[in-house]
């Protein structure tokens, strides 16, 4: 494992609490040897120089310098002219077992925090909403008059309880999408419905493109099935055509990936129109279309939603809709779906029988009580969010006048522009202010949002209010400290 042109993929699992101790470099050494003792670095890795990995953490390199030298002393690196700095044994009786968590994925980090759990650090890392009040009638209704039914068979549902698909495909319908149930799979949420329609679709060397800049999960879902991931801008309409159009011809991709309803991260809504032309050039070449419609929430005035893009499909045209409860009711339920034509689904449902034989009963019976109060849970999250969402900017507006972003559409992010500052740089510095947030380029590898962060409004104000606080002591402090003009040598 070579990591020491890839100082970031490191920065990104180190535990949070790294930068709290009272000396940096003690806190970094400690951490690092966790890395080791907990097998995500093994013996014989080679890591970053001092130079590059204090240019990641945003440190001075004297404080990498007194960390590697605190961990060579104990024998558990090696520095040598030519080779570098390499592991050379585990730091303490853990096991060291690779887990590939640093060979790929921008969502690693996120997905690290994730798994830690809260701890003193505001993440910001995730845009995810407190459950809906109606989540506990819902769950009082089940208990009362379905859970005998449910008992009465064995449980197992793989393409979905059969209540839950018919009102899943009359809400599809509803959007304008005609869909029988024998169209639908119900699964673990969206995140599981793109996993096997990836899985269905793509092999070693296969390509697939998405939106620039776009849902870091997507990259390491795609990667891990060996596939290349190629990026086409956007403009306030969504993906550019004539770039598709350009990429389509150049890459000859197997699968298109998008999130036509509120973008993530920028917010913005895909018009009908462009629905209709991506759908087009991607059955003019033979491409296989995911979208994904997790995401929801209008902000501003209402507007009718355009139809889904399977709408506009020819008959011989593959598009998959994909489509969850977790924004607009709760995280924690675990409930999705995707819509397909019928062989498709079919083929799908094999591929998600094998994956789990089903998502839980309980969670499906829930969700079906919900679904015909979609509509009203959404307009009731948006409103919310739209307060939120002004609160936010206001205090951005006052705090850090700097920054630029324009007004989503929708979802539950700002996109925001940090003028002439690599974000990754000023994430670390915002860790060390209490702050976590997550930098473009785990949204886009190719590096041209480099300068961007995801700030979510799904927090309570006062947690808005406190979080902005320490993001503009962070910005002050990394303007009046560093970077240095050249870029190369922080010294926050």
């Known amino acids: 494992m070579d990591l020491s042109r890839e100082p970031a993929r490191l920065v990104?699992?180190?535990?949070?609490?790294?930068?709290?101790?009272?000396?940096?470099?003690?806190?970094l050494a400690d951490a690092l040897a966790r890395l080791i003792d907990e097998g995500d670095l093994v013996p014989d890795a080679r890591l970053p120089s001092e130079r590059g990995l204090a240019a990641a953490l945003s440190v001075s390199r004297s404080t990498v310098v007194a960390a590697y030298d605190e961990l060579r002393a104990a024998g558990v690196l090696v520095s040598r002219r030519g080779s570098g700095t390499r592991v050379v044994r585990q730091a303490g009786r853990g096991r060291s077992r690779p887990d590939h968590r640093l060979l790929r994925g921008e969502a690693d980090s996120v997905f690290a925090r994730l798994s830690q759990g809260p701890g003193s650090v505001i993440s910001l890392a995730y845009a995810a909403d407190a459950g809906a009040p109606e989540l506990v009638d819902a769950l009082q209704e089940v208990m009362a008059q379905d859970l005998h039914h449910l008992l009465e068979g064995a449980g197992?549902?793989?393409?979905?309880?059969?209540?839950?698909?018919?009102?899943?495909?009359?809400?599809l319908t509803g959007?304008?999408?005609?869909?029988?149930?024998?169209?639908?799979?119900?699964?673990?949420?969206?995140?599981?419905?793109?996993?096997?329609?990836?899985?269905?679709?793509?092999?070693?060397?296969?390509?697939?493109?998405?939106?620039?800049?776009?849902w870091p999960g997507c990259f390491d879902l795609f990667s891990g099935l060996g596939a290349r991931v190629v990026g086409v801008p956007l403009d306030e309409e969504g993906m550019r055509p004539d770039l598709l159009t350009a990429t389509l011809d150049e890459c000859r991709?197997?699968?298109?990936?998008?999130?036509?309803?509120?973008?993530?991260?920028?917010?913005?809504?895909?018009?009908?129109?462009?629905?209709?032309?991506?759908?087009?050039?991607?059955?003019r070449h033979g491409v296989v279309v995911i979208e994904d419609l997790a995401y929801s929430g209008r902000l501003g005035p209402a507007v009718e939603l355009p139809p889904p893009m399977s709408a506009f499909a020819a008959p011989d045209d593959e598009v998959l809709t994909i489509g969850s409860l977790s924004k607009s009711v709760w995280?924690?339920?675990?409930?999705?779906?995707?819509?397909?034509?019928?062989?498709?689904?079919?083929?799908?449902?094999?591929?998600?029988?094998?994956?789990?034989?089903?998502?839980?009963?309980?969670?499906?019976?829930?969700?079906?009580?919900?679904?015909?109060?979609l509509a009203e849970l959404e307009h009731t999250r948006a409103q919310s969010a739209a307060r939120r969402l002004r609160h936010l900017t206001g205090l951005l507006a006052r705090s850090l006048p700097d920054w630029r972003w324009d007004p989503?559409?929708?979802?539950?992010?700002?996109?925001?522009?940090?003028?002439?500052?690599?974000?990754?740089?000023?994430?670390?510095?915002?860790?060390?202010?209490g702050v976590e947030v997550v930098p473009g380029r785990a949204t886009d590898p190719s590096g041209r949002h480099d300068t961007y962060i995801r700030l979510p409004f799904t927090y309570p104000v006062d947690v808005l209010t406190e979080a902005v606080a320490r993001l503009g002591r962070a910005w002050a402090d990394l303007r009046r400290h560093g970077p240095s003009p050249g870029g190369s040598e922080p010294v926050v």
């Open 331 to 373: 995280g924690g339920l675990r409930v999705g779906w995707v819509r397909a034509d019928a062989p498709i689904a079919a083929r799908l449902a094999r591929h998600k029988a094998l994956a789990d034989l089903g998502t839980p009963a309980l969670d499906q019976a829930i969700a079906a009580r919900l679904l015909p109060r």
């Open 175 to 214: 959007l304008g999408l005609p869909t029988a149930p024998e169209a639908v799979v119900v699964t673990t949420g969206a995140h599981q419905a793109i996993a096997l329609a990836a899985r269905m679709y793509l092999r070693a060397g296969s390509t697939v493109v998405v939106e620039s800049p776009s």
């Open 253 to 283: 991709p197997d699968l298109l990936f998008v999130m036509p309803c509120y973008h993530n991260p920028t917010g913005r809504l895909m018009s009908a129109a462009r629905r209709r032309r991506i759908v087009e050039l991607a059955g």
């Open 12 to 27: 990104e699992l180190l535990p949070d609490e790294w930068a709290h101790r009272a000396a940096l470099y003690r806190g």
């Open 156 to 171: 197992y549902h793989p393409r979905g309880l059969p209540a839950l698909r018919e009102r899943i495909a009359t809400h």
């Open 408 to 433: 989503p559409d929708g979802g539950s992010a700002l996109w925001i522009e940090l003028p002439g500052v690599d974000a990754r740089v000023f994430a670390q510095v915002a860790l060390r202010h």
